[in-house]
């Protein structure tokens, strides 16, 4: 059985695993990209990018031509990069 000790340490290796994979993420992040970010089980695409702040700025995927629906967005709320799919039933 984990002791208090054991469980704070297996926490912290989750912490860092978790920031590992947000700076993996964000260095190999390019416009275009298909994401899924957290809470929402939409597809977005990424069309533009500020590394230096952290964020981008994406929409919904397949997007619609008569819609300008884009938004910001911290790339930590960013949780997978996927092929961009015209099959609008994803």
């Not at 000790?5 to 860092?16: A, P, Q, Y």
């Not at 700076?23 to 275009?32: A, C, R, T, V």
Request: net charge positive.
């Amino acid at each position: 059985m984990f002791g208090f000790s054991n469980l704070m340490i297996h926490s912290k290796l989750l912490d860092n695993k978790k920031e590992n994979n947000n700076l993996i993420l964000s260095e190999n992040l390019y416009k275009g990209v298909c994401v899924k970010i957290k809470n929402s089980n939409k597809t977005f695409q990424v069309i533009g990018i500020n590394k230096d702040k952290k964020i981008c700025w994406v929409r919904e995927w397949p997007f619609a031509y008569n819609s300008k629906k884009t938004f910001a967005l911290e790339i930590s709320q960013i949780t997978l990069q996927i092929f961009c799919s015209n099959n609008s039933s994803e």
